[in-house]
């Protein structure tokens, strides 16, 4: 069985087994209050959210290429859910929950044909910038949407500039011991931190904030808890009852929900998988999000993708390893069974100071900085993903950043790099005669490197600057020698542009020629009638061949227009 997200277990050091330990218990105490709530704001019944953290957990440990990516119900999804399965259930609870697994049914379909067709490709247009900005604005919404929780109060406003807004105009109904709870929380999370790094802080904060509920009885002086949670198991069910009309339109909503869940897997995955030194495979994450959604379509469920929340919180207690996912599934599995009573205490106050915690780990403020130092383009770039994730969202901020990524990429590529080659004082080799002083070229011939693929976008770039290096030098030119060991191919309407130099470089009595052509590219050349044009004779492997062809013809006198 192909298990790549458990390869790192023959690899364990008990430190590294501990952390996972400690991160699975961890996350289950978060994610448990968590995906009941994502449930609700799905539309289906509390337990549900339960239900459908049971698959995922255990699909994507056998089959998901993170070490560290927690999946399961989260928010982004289970909007998407409502959104596409209220206007069609009519209000009718038991057709809802029905909706809901087809609905997931179809989107682990939709990514097992992406992976099929090997669609993965698509997360390389997303660039450490992205990332970066990302995980910063993902981070920023976490937060916003735990100051209800540490407030008392439940506030209308979704956005975050709205959410502080009605904060401060609703601030004398701010309930107290809630917000001090939650305060003292985070406080004694950052001091552990600080402090002790390798001490398991969230951990010790559930059961911290559990004993000051219990012995002070806060639950009884307005601060809210968990309360009683559901029992049962869900079981082997096939969605039924769907009108052939329903089923278009779930699968076009399943499409968008794919988009938006594989998007959030992946960048997710990726941001992670740089902050621990590894990598990840974008197919294989493809292929792992199909599993999870099927199962959950399966089994009672409903569409989910990844939680950077409780990866968050994952890393920050040290999990290495999909075993801290096992581990949650079976405490979920004990909570369903027999240990529901435990968590009722659990204030929800406590469970957002434990989220904004581990938000604050996510913004990677250095790294901003380095990127700035590095490139201001890429500097640009992460804050435009922060700020497209945050005023748009997540699906719209993402696809901006990939879109100006893909600009800025395709800019370089249109105008690339390039360079007249010629001799240095006391330097061997051939060099950029602009990044040496004192360098010179060879009387009579350019040698012209061109450092990007030849193709429609930059063709008429080639040749205005190649024609540049040749009216710029002193001595009148006899040959042109085109150095391709930056051009690896070349199209059609390229190749058209190079025939088309050859042939007004003739006219000028110069002889064009090419040196350090790869095969394929050779073949290309070949096929497009360029090879011939210019002629086998003046094709040379390597750049010093090229020189002494043209030094031999020049010692002959012969310098002038062949072919």
């Known amino acids: ?23 699975g218990v961890t996350v289950a105490a978060y994610l448990i209050p968590q995906c009941m709530a994502y449930a609700e704001l799905a539309g289906v019944a509390p337990v549900a959210g339960l239900w459908a953290i049971l698959p995922p957990m255990l699909l994507y440990a056998l089959i998901g290429s993170s070490p560290q990516l927690s999946v399961g119900p989260e928010s982004t999804t289970a909007v998407m859910t409502a959104a596409a399965i209220a206007p069609i259930a009519g209000g009718d609870p038991t057709l809802y929950a029905s909706l809901a697994s087809l609905l997931a049914l179809f989107v682990g379909l939709v990514c097992f044909l992406g992976a099929w067709s090997r669609l993965g490709f698509l997360a390389d247009l997303l660039s450490k910038p992205i990332l970066v900005g990302y995980m910063a604005g993902v981070a920023v919404i976490m937060i916003s949407g735990q100051i209800g929780k540490v407030s008392g109060l439940s506030l209308e406003a979704e956005s975050l500039s709205g959410q502080i807004l ?10 107290l011991p809630t917000l001090l709870l939650a305060l003292g929380v985070l406080l004694f999370l950052l001091l552990v931190q600080r402090r002790f790094p390798t001490a398991p802080g969230p951990l010790l904060a559930v059961l911290l904030a559990v004993a000051v509920v219990a012995v002070l009885h806060l639950d009884q002086r307005g601060v809210a808890v968990i309360g009683e949670i559901p029992a049962g198991l869900p079981s082997f069910h096939l969605p039924d009852g769907v009108a052939p009309q329903q089923l278009r339109f779930l699968l076009s909503a399943a499409v968008g929900i794919a988009l938006v869940g594989y998007s959030d897997n992946v960048l997710t995955a990726r941001a992670f998988a740089a902050r621990g030194g590894y990598r990840i495979d974008a197919d294989q994450e493809l292929l792992a999000l199909g599993a999870v959604n099927l199962g959950n379509g399966l089994m009672q469920g409903f569409p989910v993708s990844s939680s950077g929340s409780r990866t968050a919180i994952g890393e920050s207690l ?67 993903t922060f700020a497209g994730v945050l005023l748009t969202d997540i699906l719209v901020g993402v696809a901006l950043s990939v879109a100006l990524s893909v600009i800025d990429l395709f800019a370089r590529l249109v105008s690339p790099n390039d360079a007249v080659l010629g001799d240095v004082p006391h330097l061997d080799g051939l060099h950029d005669v602009t990044d040496w002083e ?69 006219g000028r009595h110069i002889v064009f020629a090419m040196a350090r052509v790869k095969q394929d590219l050779y073949l290309q050349l070949a096929r497009a009638g360029v090879a011939e044009r210019i002629g086998a004779e003046h094709f040379y492997p390597t750049l010093p061949t090229a020189i002494a062809a043209f030094q031999n013809q020049a010692s002959k006198g012969a310098a002038g227009p062949l072919g």
């Not at 009605?166 to 309930?175: D, N, P, T, V, Y």
């Not at 909570?335 to 009722?344: G, K, M, S």
């Open 1 to 23: 069985m192909h298990m790549p997200a458990l390869r790192r277990f023959r690899a364990y050091q008990p430190s590294w087994l501990r952390g996972d330990l400690l991160a």
């Open 166 to 175: 009605e904060l401060l105009r609703r601030s004398g109904e701010i309930h």
């Open 318 to 384: 040290g999990s290495r390893s999909q075993l801290f996912s096992l581990v949650a599934f079976v405490v979920v599995l004990l909570v369903l069974l027999v240990l529901r009573p435990l968590l009722a205490l659990f204030p929800k106050a406590a469970l957002g100071a434990i989220v904004i915690y581990a938000a604050l780990r996510l913004i990677d403020i250095p790294e901003f900085r380095r990127l700035r130092r590095f490139k201001l383009s890429e500097f640009r770039l992460a804050l435009v």
């Open 438 to 506: 004192g360098a010179s070229t060879i009387p009579g011939l350019v040698l012209y490197r061109y450092d990007a693929p030849l193709c429609f976008a930059n063709a008429e770039d080639f040749r205005r600057r190649a024609l540049l290096a040749i009216d710029a030098e002193t001595v009148a030119v006899d040959w042109f020698v085109l150095n391709a060991e930056a051009i690896v191919e070349i199209d059609i309407t390229a190749a058209d542009v190079l025939q088309e130099l050859q042939q007004e470089l003739a």
